[in-house]
């Protein structure tokens, strides 16, 4: 079908209708659709598309939050932006989402490919923390605190850090 649409002249980078559209791109990396996302990338689609502003992500951010590996290293391939910004409301960096879904491999991958965790990136690491720990991911919360330098500033923050149970929802509604 979207082969079809290509072909017809449907624009790469549109954006579904609705609360949260996603372009066909980011729609691929969400469900693991190695092929599609393929296609779309040979065909020049935006890897860095903006996350909607309502529970929206990248292409990148939803790809590691689903634990899509591959898919995540053939958009960082692509250039991703791996420290790409957050949707505004309910929204997740690519590190905080991985680290609150519990997918190892897929932090490491975005550590190594160059996640913030100093300066202003420093609140990315905590929020990653603690949204692994209310998620029970203790060995990930862990990994990040002994690979991070976890400091005592750290824990401060982290305890001012208040994630309304609803923001918890973020993108597994859609």
């Known amino acids: 079908m979207v082969k079809l649409l290509l072909r017809r002249g449907a624009k790469i980078n549109q954006l579904e209708a609705g609360v949260?559209?996603?372009?066909?791109?980011?729609?691929?990396?969400?469900?693991?659709d190695v092929?599609?996302?393929t296609l779309l990338l040979k065909k020049g689609a935006n890897v860095n598309q903006p996350a909607a502003e309502n529970m929206g992500a990248t292409a990148l951010q939803f790809a590691a939050m689903g634990g899509h590996i591959e898919i995540a290293c053939r958009l960082l391939d692509h250039g991703a932006d791996v420290n790409a910004p957050k949707s505004r409301k309910f929204g997740r960096t690519a590190m905080e989402g991985t680290a609150e879904r519990g997918h190892i491999d897929t932090l490491q991958l975005l550590l190594n490919n160059g996640a913030h965790t100093d300066g202003p990136g420093r609140g990315q690491l905590v929020r990653s923390v603690k949204l692994a720990e209310n998620?029970?991911?203790?060995a990930i919360a862990q990994f990040l605190k002994s690979s991070c330098g976890w400091m005592e500033e750290d824990r401060t923050r982290y305890d001012c850090e208040n994630f309304d149970e609803e923001e918890h929802l973020s993108l597994?509604?859609?």
């Not at 949260?20 to 693991?32: P, R, S, V």
């Not at 998620?135 to 203790?138: E, N, Q, S």
Request: hydrophobic residues 40%; contains cysteine; aromatic residues 4%.
């Open 135 to 138: 998620k029970g991911h203790f």
């Open 20 to 32: 949260g559209g996603k372009t066909a791109l980011q729609i691929a990396a969400k469900n693991g």
């Open 35 to 37: 092929e599609l996302l």
């Open 172 to 174: 597994c509604l859609h």
